[in-house]
């Protein structure tokens, strides 16, 4: 995994908006106001995590996990022991390490809760600190998945959004180079300093990323693993990839796609007639989102036309196969975060 920082140009003068907006958060984790945390906009972030931090995030019959998740009020999910990410290796190169994806989802409030306390854990068990630690002064790394597509936003014209987080957070950023074919679609962050530089620079670029309009869809909030970027359609054999995969690769466009001589799909799934409305979105904002963002074609039944012996309605998607692939999930996921509220 590489460890060069992108953008070797000299960087313009940097816009100090990004690093105002995501002070807000940082002087006191927790405090927010409870009425401005539900007003706030909800995020998700992924972390590749050593198998022993992942235990001592757990805790002892999960007390640890629990007492997180109550005082942040962020969801902590954690992947099995044996599904380590894909490809993962050890530092510089050593044999795989079978790091575990630990998912964090809430306000960036609560986010940034949640990471303080997992990271006081670390710091408590010398296994789990030994397996996080970075330098002897202290310093700690933690690894952060974000997907290529949106690597850009983050490092910015000749790097310098990513130089100006460094200035501003105290942390060393180090992102791997961008994933080739076989390989998870995401990139990773590599994250080093104290826990509050640490901290400082996750909020930086969460706040940085949620700007971008592609930021829902490229984040995928699954503990699954995908179709890798630029895997062949028959990764998932022409259909949607099975419940509980990640999101996968970001897609060309549709005519992109049959440029290419990418052929062409569809599929049918049942959308529940009381969750439309979250599929649809506010002026069909969020159908219009995937159709443009995926180039796909999706036609919903009308209301009362719903699948045999069933109170679902249809959703038709069509387009190049990975495309429809992803459509589907990120339809399933808007379902499925109804159903757990």
Known sequence: MSGSMEGASPPPQADD????????????????????????????????????????IIGKGGVNVSDIQAQSQARIQLSKIGEPWPGTLGEFGAPPAHDRLLLITGTLDALLTALHAVLATFRSELAALAAVAAREDGAMALRMLVHARLCGTLIGRGGATIRSFKDASGAVFNISPP????????????????????????????????????????????????????????????????????????????????????????????????????????????????????????????????LPGTNDRSCEISGPPESVALAQRLIQQKVEGVERE
């Open 179 to 306: 994933p080739g074919p076989g390989d998870p679609p995401e990139r990773v962050v590599r994250l080093t300093g104290t826990p509050d530089q640490l901290l400082r620079a996750v909020a930086l670029v969460l706040t940085k990323l949620s700007q971008n309009p592609d930021y829902p869809l490229l984040t995928d909030v699954s503990l699954g693993f995908g179709p890798p970027a630029a895997a062949p359609a028959e990764a998932w054999g022409g259909a949607a990839p099975p419940p509980g995969s990640g999101a996968g690769a970001f897609l060309p466009h549709a005519a992109a796609a049959a440029a290419a001589g990418v052929g062409t799909t569809s599929l049918v799934m049942a959308v529940p007639e009381d969750r439309v409305g979250v599929v649809i979105g506010r002026g069909g904002a969020v159908i219009n989102q995937i159709k443009a963002v995926l180039g796909v074609r999706i036609r919903i039944s009308r209301r009362g036309e719903c």
């Open 17 to 56: 908006s990004d690093v105002l907006d995501a002070q807000l958060y940082l002087d006191e984790p927790g405090d927010a106001p409870h009425a401005a945390q539900e007003d706030a906009p909800r995020l998700a972030v992924k972390f590749l995590v050593p198998n022993v931090a992942a235990g001592s």
